[in-house]
């Protein structure tokens, strides 16, 4: 499979589009209405075998609030009002929008959730783009504790304790130690707070809770949590979605004489979404040339980067994905001691694209693999899915969202595969893809064909033998 563009760009419709996207998304940081459609809910992945809970921490018995007065959310496909901005099914991400009080200093104190994953991340909140980002391994712990992110620590270990400082303004050349800077003018700040892949048996939040908030004051003198909160006036509801506007997606979408399978292609193509100018030039006008500059949006994960490919059911009711999986760190069965691999994370996501919705995901360990760490997965509608989709079978099966783009064309589909923090050593991982075109050179096996199947026609694989 070619990962490049292969048809011809539409010169006339993609006279001055550049100016066009940038004016209308411009006027849309704010965020846009999105679609009404309600989408069934998905048919869980295949569950992995239940780890064993003796001996788990006591926190893991506990559920602890989703919410709180600073963090807002969770933004993740089981919150209704916050199914946006392309989430992981592996993931839950919280928002916190919030005013520093000038000549005062802001602290989160936490403890490193039993998870395989988190960051803290600023954003910019009018272009959704990432501004500065802490994630867990550079995140000193108190004095007595330990990072369990860091290899060869104990993920279980007692004392897990930290504290991160937030500070409104641009980072210095040389950032203070844990410290997470706004990157942009004035005291306000919109951040971002992931947990990835809770370990069997805890709660979205890792079992040990939300971050919580420390104001310190010119005089010395400290306030906590809801009081310290009240003084931030933070915002009520997560950070807003950066949508399209209604107005330039029907441009982009439903455009003369079209096909009824466009924007996709077969076999479906990959590539990285470099900017949100550029990544629309290509998606609906097959102009995906130039050197691009790399800035992600849609409050992307700068420790992730990603490849995408559209999907329509008029070619096949079943996408067949066939590819490789990385090797990563397999925490979810209660891992006891922190490992590296070749990435940190790796995922596969249904989503629609209008709406920004996750429909379903499979990460890392819930796909089933054969010894050399080669998987097929079937995407499909729930009505199409073929019966030997499942994890018995040794295949993986993904949910196509009912409502297609959440904008009322339903045969269409948006996947997202996602790499997290790659080995330094890793060298077929999306990071390492610095223009246009060389998504298949680059990641190679890694990379994952996507062709059109029929149920019948997959079902005729039968089981793989184990």
């Not at 391994?137 to 270990?157: H, L, W």
């Not at 079943?318 to 590296?340: C, D, E, F, I």
């Not at 298949?440 to 997959?458: I, K």
Request: aromatic share 10%; charged share 10%.
């Amino acid at each position: 499979m070619s990962a490049v563009i292969t048809k011809k760009p539409r010169r006339a419709l993609a006279l001055g589009l550049t100016c066009a996207l940038s004016a209308l998304l411009l006027s849309a940081c704010g965020g846009g209405s999105g679609s009404t459609t309600t989408t069934s809910a998905p048919t869980p992945a295949p569950t992995p075998t239940p780890a064993p809970t003796a001996n788990l921490p006591a926190a893991f018995s506990v559920q602890h609030a989703t919410q709180t007065c600073l963090w807002k959310g969770p933004l993740s496909r089981n919150n209704p009002n916050g199914n946006y901005a392309y989430p992981d099914t592996g993931a839950a991400y919280w928002s916190a929008t919030f005013t520093v009080p000038a000549g005062e200093r802001l602290f989160l104190k936490g403890q490193f959730p039993y998870a395989r994953y988190i960051s803290f991340i600023s954003y910019d909140s009018s272009t959704t783009q990432p501004v500065n980002t802490l994630a867990d391994v550079d995140i000193q712990p108190a004095s007595g504790a330990t990072n369990p992110f860091v290899a060869g620590n104990p993920r279980y270990a007692d004392a897990r304790d930290y504290q991160v400082e937030i500070v409104p303004g641009t980072a210095p050349a040389t950032p203070a130690a844990n410290t997470l800077y706004s990157g942009t003018a004035g005291q306000t700040v919109t951040l971002f707070y992931r947990v990835y892949v809770p370990d069997a048996g805890a709660d979205m939040t890792g079992a040990t809770g939300l971050p919580d908030v420390q104001l310190l004051h010119a005089d010395g003198s400290t306030t906590s949590a809801d009081s310290a909160c009240a003084e931030l006036n933070p915002a009520a509801n997560l950070a807003p979605a950066g949508l399209l506007p209604q107005a330039t997606y029907t441009t982009l979408r439903d455009q003369a004489n079209a096909s009824n399978t466009f924007p996709a292609q077969n076999p479906g193509v990959w590539h990285v979404p470099f900017n949100r100018v550029w990544n629309l030039q290509c998606l609906f006008y097959f102009s995906c040339g130039g050197t691009p500059a790399y800035a992600p949006a849609w409050y992307a994960n700068p420790d992730n980067a990603y490849v995408e490919s559209m999907i329509n059911r008029n070619y096949g009711a079943v996408v067949v994905l066939r590819g490789k999986v990385p090797q990563v760190p397999a925490t979810y069965h209660n891992s006891q001691t922190a490992t590296t691999g070749q990435m940190r994370y790796w995922s596969i996501c249904m989503n629609e694209f209008f709406s920004q919705k996750v429909t379903d995901c499979m990460y890392d360990e819930q796909i089933p693999v054969d010894a050399n760490g080669n998987y097929v997965i079937a995407v499909s509608r729930g009505a199409d899915r073929p019966t030997n989709a499942n994890t018995g079978c040794g295949y993986g099966w993904i949910q196509w969202s009912d409502a297609g783009d959440g904008d009322g064309h339903l045969d269409d589909g948006l996947l997202i595969m996602r790499n997290m923090l790659p080995a330094a050593s890793f060298g077929s991982a999306i990071q390492r893809v610095a223009t246009p075109g060389q998504e298949q050179s680059v990641v190679g096996a890694y990379l994952p064909s996507v062709t059109y199947s029929t149920q019948a026609s997959f079902e005729a694989l039968g089981c793989k033998k184990s």
